[in-house]
């Protein structure tokens, strides 16, 4: 069985100050990871995946996310949010030859100014 | 430049009156995929169909039900909604095909009364 376990359910920071969050995840087999963002109301948008390679992976809106395989981790960083990030930011994964993605519990993210 | 499209955004219905949502693509993807998404929890797959193959999650109601009648259309119809399948219903697209991402759509919200 495969999971995604999102540390932190929300995360308060104030506007320009970088920001982590944190993304651990459990598989028997290789998997793909991802982040995904959603405002409210709307679906969900990829910022990012790894899928092979590099460890350290750039998204859209300034965010990047590096693959840790000793520590079965995933976090996504930003070195300075805009009120604008504010939103459910969401890491999945999905094991190499299935469709199926799993998803972590979220994490709400909020942007002080 | 809309990708996957779902209608309507907003959805009322009766308790036990069925109902039916729409999801299209213009992508031509080989799968689509309908999430479940309950107030402030992740995503949770309710089925998808490859091509014309569907594919049931074991834990999915056997009140879900989905239609896939061409490659760009897939449609979820609850036949008897309850007051807890209130939802955003979340309809997905992927090529199929190794590394694949799956593209989501804006949702459609149901409210059941």
């Known amino acids: 069985a495969q999971s995604v376990t999102q540390l932190d359910s929300q995360v308060p920071v104030f506007e320009e100050a970088p920001v982590e969050l944190r993304c651990n995840y459990s598989?028997?087999?290789?998997?793909?990871l991802f982040w995904y963002v959603q405002y409210p109301n709307q679906g969900l948008q990829l910022l990012l995946k790894y899928l092979s390679g590099s460890t350290l992976v750039k998204g859209i809106n300034g965010f990047e996310a590096e693959f840790n395989k000793s520590q079965t981790s995933f976090h996504l960083r930003k070195p300075s949010v805009h009120i604008s990030d504010t939103a459910e930011y969401f890491c999945a994964l999905r094991q190499t030859g299935a469709q199926k993605l799993v998803f972590g519990q979220g994490t709400r993210l909020t942007i002080n100014p | 430049d809309a990708m996957v499209i779902q209608n309507p955004r907003y959805q009322v219905t009766q308790f036990g009156k069925p109902v039916t949502l729409s999801c299209s693509q213009t992508?031509?993807?080989?799968?689509m995929y309908w999430y479940q998404q309950k107030s402030s929890q992740a995503p949770k797959l309710l089925f998808h169909y490859y091509d014309k193959d569907f594919n049931n999650e074991a834990d999915t109601p056997d009140n879900f039900q989905s239609r896939r009648p061409n490659t760009s259309f897939c449609f979820l119809d609850i036949r008897s909604p309850g007051l807890g399948d209130a939802a955003m219903y979340l309809c997905?697209?992927?090529?199929?095909?190794?590394?694949?991402?799956?593209?989501f759509g804006p949702g459609t919200r149901l409210l059941v009364l």
């Open positions: 997905a697209t992927s090529s199929g095909q190794g590394t694949e991402t799956q593209y």
């Open positions: 992508l031509n993807h080989n799968v």
């Open positions: 598989s028997s087999v290789s998997v793909y």
